[in-house]
């Protein structure tokens, strides 16, 4: 399985939360795994605001260090998550979407607006947890 991890599995994922539940761990550790750019810059501003104690850099480096492939954003992943501007508000959530459908990966998540999106929208490549 190819999967796109959501900044917040990446982030469980990363620091062995438990909140992130043993079958995605498990399928994380034995998957191909991508990171998008979109979740550093969303990790710089929340760290930044004093949202998240965890630093964009040690997380690159650690999802790097992990095996993760880092994925840029293009243009056609800002495009394509214009498609779902107005069935889910969050920016970064529809260019993670949107990255995932472009790059033929799974996105890996525990947001229960994306699952109901996933749920609404039948075709989406997104997995819940």
Known sequence: MRLLLDTQIALWWLTASPRLPRSARDLVGRAFCAL???????????????????????????????????????????????????????????????????????LLTADQALIELAGAMPGLPIQGV
């Open 36 to 106: 998008s750019v979109a979740s550093i810059w969303e990790v710089t501003l929340k760290h930044r605001l004093g949202k998240l104690a965890v630093a964009p850099e040690p997380f690159r480096d650690g999802m790097r260090e992990a095996g993760a492939l880092i994925l840029s954003i293009t243009d056609v992943h800002v495009l394509g998550s214009a498609a779902f501007q107005a069935a889910h508000p969050d920016p970064f959530d529809r260019l993670l979407v949107a990255v995932a459908k472009a790059e033929r990966l799974t």
